[in-house]
């Protein structure tokens, strides 16, 4: 089945930009998504691209997609304390079928940013 | 934009009752919808998903007669914890899409405690 794995931790200080890194599994055509998780809330979607996209900005959000070694990175330029979140990648499959729309998610990669 | 929301944001049960969550699409029709659990500091466990008037597809290892899902309408799914035990206390969060969009959009979550 499909995996995805993400780095768990990462620190950064304000200002600066972060790169949050994800790795796929699934051969087949996917759509790709970037969520963010704050404390006992639901999930923010962020941004999502295909994987025959190289690159989506969206403002001070950029996301790469190395389709070679299925390779996904976030990078939040100007990283703000608002940042500090739980941010997910999750990968769903282009195909249709009754399960059209299930995502799988990697661990999820802890943000704190400090001042 | 698509607007999800889940209602009770918590809810305190004692062990052996039951409890039942609400998910709703307020602006768009919901035609899947999945119900994810959550650990602590861990990702997102898919639960099942639901199509509505189907019957819900159950993950492996996921009980359908303890967590009963119903989609009787294009706006609202609900997902009841039958005879809840300490075990069961979680945060459950669902998500919702229609037949025209790529991405599923999330409720707010809730945190159960059996006590």
């Known amino acids: 089945g499909e995996d995805v794995e993400q780095s768990l931790f990462l620190s950064v200080r304000e200002g600066d930009s972060s790169v949050i890194n994800c790795t796929y599994t699934?051969?087949?055509?996917?759509?790709l998504y970037w969520y963010k998780q704050e404390p006992g809330a639901g999930l923010q979607l962020l941004t999502y691209?295909?994987?025959?996209?190289d690159m989506k900005q969206d403002q001070r959000l950029t996301v790469l997609l190395n389709k070679k070694d299925k390779h996904l990175s976030l990078r939040i330029a100007d990283t703000q304390t608002g940042d500090s979140a739980i941010y997910f990648c999750?990968?769903?499959?282009?195909?249709?079928?009754?399960?059209?729309?299930?995502?799988?998610f990697g661990q999820g990669t802890i943000l704190t940013v400090h001042p | 934009g698509a607007v999800v929301s889940q209602h009770p944001s918590r809810v305190i049960c004692k062990s052996g009752t039951s409890v039942k969550i609400e998910c709703r699409s307020l602006d768009f029709q919901a035609t899947t919808m999945f119900w994810y659990r959550q650990f602590p500091k861990q990702s997102l466990m898919l639960m099942a998903t639901s199509n509505e008037g189907s019957k819900a597809t159950y993950e492996q290892g996921v009980e359908k007669d303890k967590f009963l899902i119903n989609h009787a309408s294009l706006t609202l799914s609900t997902l009841t914890v039958t005879s809840a035990h300490p075990e069961d206390s979680s945060f459950y969060i669902c998500s919702a899409r229609d037949r025209f969009r790529t991405e599923a959009f999330f409720g707010q979550g809730t945190r159960l405690t059996v006590v």
């Open positions: 691209i295909f994987s025959n996209m």
């Open positions: 999750a990968e769903r499959p282009y195909a249709g079928g009754t399960s059209y729309g299930k995502l799988t």
């Open positions: 699934d051969s087949s055509s996917t759509y």
